[in-house]
């Protein structure tokens, strides 16, 4: 099992690479945006690597860095989300705007990936949300302590569509403006109203 491969790049394509190991050329698929940051032909190489086997077919998958070989590996536990797809899903969106989609639950922007429809990208957010790791330099937030009834009203928003960061935030400025009025913040109705009303602006 091949995990990590360094030596010299004899060719890079957008999707494929070939680099020169101990005199043996190896042929490794990539992502789109690892293309970009390869260097030229001819220049040392390091990548992290995945090694897929099959009955048919040996294939290897290389990442510059750990954490986005970590994210190929997570989207290839997704049921119908196979290595070439992984990879397709990769070079449509940064991996950390990726794992920001996933976690916000943000199924329209992952729609917006060639491939992924939208059964694929509800299973994605489903299965993955709570197992990516936080955004790479920011420590994770804890979510603010919220009432039963904030829960409530949170959860209703983002059965309705609503990203949920983006719900946590106008639920947050309505009990912040609301503060001083009872019925604002007891209210399932007023609560949720006014979170709406700050979705819309």
Same mark, same amino acid.
């Given at each position: 099992?091949?995990?990590?491969?360094?030596?010299?790049?004899?060719?890079?394509?957008? $999707?494929? *690479? +070939?680099?020169?190991?101990?005199?043996? %050329?190896?042929?490794?698929?990539? #992502?789109?945006?690892?293309?970009? @940051? &390869?260097?030229?032909?001819?220049?040392?190489?390091?990548?992290?690597?995945?090694?897929?086997?099959?009955?048919?077919?040996?294939?290897?998958?290389?990442?510059?860095?750990?954490?986005?070989?970590?994210?190929?590996?997570?989207?290839?536990?997704?049921?119908?989300?196979?290595?070439?797809?992984?990879?397709?899903?990769?070079?449509?969106?940064?991996?950390?705007?990726?794992?920001?989609?996933?976690?916000? $639950?943000? *199924? +329209?922007?992952?729609?917006?990936?060639? %491939?992924?429809?939208?059964?694929? #990208?509800?299973?994605?957010?489903? @299965? &993955?949300?709570?197992?990516?790791?936080?955004?790479?330099?920011?420590?994770?937030?804890?979510?603010?302590?919220?009432?039963?009834?904030?829960?409530?009203?949170?959860?209703?928003?983002?059965?309705?569509?609503?990203?949920?960061?983006?719900?946590?935030?106008?639920?947050?400025?309505?009990?912040?403006?609301?503060?001083?009025?009872?019925?604002?913040?007891?209210?399932?109705?007023?609560?949720?109203?006014?979170?709406?009303?700050?979705?819309?602006?």
């Amino acid at each position: 099992m091949i995990a990590h491969l360094r030596g010299k790049l004899l060719a890079k394509h957008p $999707n494929q *690479v +070939v680099v020169e190991a101990a005199g043996v %050329g190896y042929e490794v698929n990539i #992502a789109v945006p690892t293309f970009s @940051e &390869l260097p030229g032909n001819g220049a040392d190489v390091a990548l992290h690597i995945y090694t897929h086997v099959r009955e048919d077919v040996i294939a290897l998958y290389g990442f510059l860095r750990p954490a986005e070989k970590q994210l190929f590996e997570k989207l290839m536990t997704v049921s119908g989300i196979g290595p070439k797809l992984a990879v397709t899903i990769l070079s449509g969106m940064a991996a950390e705007d990726l794992s920001a989609a996933i976690r916000g $639950n943000d *199924v +329209v922007r992952l729609t917006k990936i060639p %491939g992924i429809g939208r059964k694929t #990208a509800e299973r994605m957010v489903l @299965e &993955l949300r709570d197992k990516l790791p936080p955004a790479s330099g920011a420590p994770e937030q804890p979510h603010p302590t919220m009432s039963a009834l904030e829960e409530d009203v949170l959860s209703a928003l983002v059965n309705l569509g609503y990203q949920r960061a983006a719900a946590e935030k106008a639920l947050a400025s309505v009990t912040k403006d609301g503060a001083g009025e009872s019925e604002k913040v007891t209210s399932f109705d007023a609560l949720f109203r006014g979170a709406l009303a700050q979705l819309s602006k």
